[in-house]
C-alpha cells in the first residue's frame, strides 16, 4: 500500500505543474486580449500607428458611444470648430462639443481630432501618439475587450497640441487632415450688388427644377459659373445620400465652410474677420443623415 502511494504522489504534483502553467497561460493571454484587441494588435485609432505618447498634449474631449462619425481632421480657427461641430448637429453633442472646443486658444493650439470604431473594446480615455511614418493617431486607454457586443463601439477623442509643434504638413494616420466638417462646397460664384439683392438668400438645390428656380434672378455669368461646376451633378441621381443647399451671402472670397446646427445651416468665412466683404452664391452638398429636420436654411 505504501510502494502504491508513492508512486500516485508524483503523477498529482505534475498536474498541478501543469494546472499551474495553464492558469498561468490564461491570464496573461486575458491581460493581452484587455490591451491588444480581438486581432492581437494594439487598439489605436484611424491608421493604427502605435507611436510614441506626444508630450504635453491635452485631452481635450474624448466620448465613446454609438453613431459617432469617423474623423481625422486639424482645428486651427473659430470657423474649423463651427464646421466640425456639423459632425454632431443634435444640440445635446454637438452644441456641447462647439461650446468646448471654442473654449480654446486656438491663436496658441491646433486641436487634433479624431473618430473611429474600437468594435467591441470600451476604453475610459486615449491619448495622443505620433509616429514619423505615419503621424498623429490615438491610443486607447484603460480598455477592456470583448468577445462579441450587441453593437461595436465609436470613439472620437480630441486633443490640444501647442501651434508650433502641430508643422506645416501633417499626417494623421498616415494622410492628410480631411476637411473639418462634413460639408463640401462644390461652386462659388461672386455676385454684384444688385444681384445680390434679387437673389434668394438660402434654398434647398438638391433637384435640378430646384436649382433652376433658384438660379432664375441670378446674372448670367454667376449662373454659368455655377453649372460649370454642377451640370454633370444632375446628369444622374445623387452620388449616395447627400443634400444640396445653395446660399447668397457676403465674405472673401470662396474660402467658406458650412455650419450645421440643429437650427440652422449657414455658410461662415474660414478666414475669420474680413476687412472688404463682396456679395457671392455658393452651393455646399451634405451627407442627408447630418441634415437636422427642424434647422432653417440659412438665416
Same mark, same amino acid.
Given at each position: 500500500?505504501?510502494?502504491?502511494?508513492?508512486?500516485?504522489?508524483?503523477?498529482?504534483?505534475?498536474?498541478?505543474?501543469?494546472?499551474?502553467?495553464?492558469?498561468?497561460?490564461?491570464?496573461?493571454?486575458?491581460?493581452?486580449? =484587455? #490591451?491588444? &484587441?480581438? !486581432?492581437?494588435?494594439?487598439?489605436?485609432?484611424? +491608421? @493604427? %500607428?502605435?507611436?510614441?505618447?506626444?508630450?504635453? $498634449?491635452?485631452?481635450?474631449?474624448?466620448?465613446?458611444?454609438?453613431?459617432?462619425?469617423?474623423?481625422?481632421?486639424?482645428?486651427?480657427?473659430?470657423?474649423?470648430?463651427?464646421?466640425?461641430?456639423?459632425?454632431?448637429?443634435?444640440?445635446?453633442?454637438?452644441?456641447?462639443?462647439?461650446?468646448?472646443?471654442?473654449?480654446?486658444?486656438?491663436?496658441?493650439?491646433?486641436?487634433?481630432?479624431?473618430?473611429?470604431?474600437?468594435?467591441?473594446?470600451?476604453?475610459?480615455?486615449?491619448?495622443?501618439?505620433?509616429?514619423?511614418?505615419?503621424?498623429?493617431?490615438?491610443?486607447?486607454?484603460?480598455?477592456?475587450?470583448?468577445?462579441?457586443?450587441?453593437?461595436?463601439?465609436?470613439?472620437?477623442?480630441?486633443? =490640444? #497640441?501647442? &501651434?508650433? !509643434?502641430?508643422?506645416?504638413?501633417?499626417?494623421? +494616420? @498616415? %494622410?492628410?487632415?480631411?476637411?473639418?466638417?462634413? $460639408?463640401?462646397?462644390?461652386?462659388?460664384?461672386?455676385?454684384?450688388?444688385?444681384?445680390?439683392?434679387?437673389?434668394?438668400?438660402?434654398?434647398?438645390?438638391?433637384?435640378?427644377?430646384?436649382?433652376?428656380?433658384?438660379?432664375?434672378?441670378?446674372?448670367?455669368?454667376?449662373?454659368?459659373?455655377?453649372?460649370?461646376?454642377?451640370?454633370?451633378?444632375?446628369?444622374?441621381?445623387?452620388?449616395?445620400?447627400?443634400?444640396?443647399?445653395?446660399?447668397?451671402?457676403?465674405?472673401?472670397?470662396?474660402?467658406?465652410?458650412?455650419?450645421?446646427?440643429?437650427?440652422?445651416?449657414?455658410?461662415?468665412?474660414?478666414?475669420?474677420?474680413?476687412?472688404?466683404?463682396?456679395?457671392?452664391?455658393?452651393?455646399?452638398?451634405?451627407?442627408?443623415?447630418?441634415?437636422?429636420?427642424?434647422?432653417?436654411?440659412? +438665416?
Amino acid at each position: 500500500m505504501t510502494g502504491a502511494q508513492t508512486g500516485i504522489r508524483p503523477r498529482g504534483g505534475t498536474w498541478l505543474i501543469t494546472a499551474a502553467i495553464v492558469v498561468g497561460a490564461l491570464l496573461a493571454g486575458c491581460v493581452w486580449w =484587455a #490591451v491588444a &484587441g480581438r !486581432d492581437g494588435t494594439p487598439v489605436s485609432g484611424p +491608421g @493604427g %500607428a502605435d507611436g510614441a505618447v506626444v508630450p504635453g $498634449a491635452e485631452t481635450v474631449h474624448f466620448e465613446q458611444g454609438h453613431g459617432l462619425a469617423a474623423v481625422r481632421t486639424l482645428l486651427r480657427t473659430p470657423a474649423d470648430v463651427r464646421a466640425f461641430a456639423g459632425w454632431y448637429p443634435q444640440e445635446g453633442i454637438g452644441g456641447a462639443l462647439r461650446g468646448k472646443l471654442l473654449a480654446r486658444d486656438l491663436d496658441a493650439e491646433v486641436l487634433v481630432a479624431t473618430g473611429w470604431s474600437s468594435g467591441c473594446t470600451s476604453a475610459r480615455g486615449a491619448v495622443l501618439t505620433y509616429d514619423e511614418n505615419t503621424g498623429y493617431a490615438a491610443r486607447l486607454t484603460d480598455t477592456r475587450t470583448y468577445e462579441t457586443c450587441d453593437s461595436p463601439w465609436d470613439v472620437l477623442a480630441v486633443f =490640444a #497640441v501647442p &501651434g508650433k !509643434d502641430a508643422g506645416t504638413d501633417p499626417r494623421i +494616420g @498616415g %494622410a492628410p487632415p480631411g476637411p473639418p466638417g462634413p $460639408a463640401e462646397l462644390l461652386a462659388y460664384a461672386p455676385l454684384d450688388g444688385a444681384a445680390a439683392r434679387r437673389a434668394p438668400r438660402a434654398a434647398e438645390v438638391s433637384q435640378p427644377d430646384q436649382f433652376g428656380a433658384f438660379a432664375r434672378p441670378l446674372p448670367a455669368a454667376a449662373t454659368a459659373a455655377l453649372e460649370s461646376r454642377l451640370g454633370s451633378l444632375y446628369d444622374s441621381e445623387l452620388p449616395g445620400p447627400a443634400r444640396r443647399f445653395a446660399f447668397t451671402g457676403r465674405g472673401c472670397g470662396e474660402d467658406l465652410l458650412l455650419e450645421i446646427t440643429s437650427r440652422r445651416l449657414r455658410p461662415v468665412g474660414a478666414g475669420g474677420a474680413c476687412r472688404d466683404p463682396r456679395p457671392y452664391v455658393a452651393v455646399f452638398s451634405v451627407p442627408a443623415d447630418r441634415v437636422p429636420s427642424s434647422a432653417v436654411i440659412g +438665416g
